[in-house]
């Protein structure tokens, strides 16, 4: 299947700071919930991640993420994930984030 432009578009990826994360262990898989700041016009957004094995909760807070921002919001148990923070599988399948190799401002659209 072929997208158009116009889906890209559709798709509102920003940059964003993780400012707080915390344990999450209702989640049926392993999992930490995230509160990732996307900026003023966006604001902070929460969301539950399953990247457990490849970071430790402590580094979390400060690092830069990108995320889709305009999903609808999605209950995770007893948590209601407004955001999906994107990444990649690594060799064994565990996500690794994607981020700007640079640091940007939160809200940074990703074109």
Known sequence: ???SFDDFLKID???GR????EAFPEARKPAYKLWVDYGPE???KKSSAQ???NYALEALEG??????????PRQIGP???EALVVGVPDESGEVVLLAPDA?????????
């Open 13 to 15: 990826i920003r940059a």
């Open 63 to 72: 690092r830069m993420v990108m995320g889709v921002v305009n999903f609808a």
């Open 79 to 81: 948590f209601m994930s």
């Open 1 to 3: 299947m072929t997208a």
């Open 51 to 53: 990247i457990t094995k």
């Open 42 to 44: 966006i604001g902070v």
């Open 103 to 111: 640091d940007v401002p939160p809200g940074a659209r990703l074109y």
């Open 18 to 21: 993780v400012v707080k994360a």
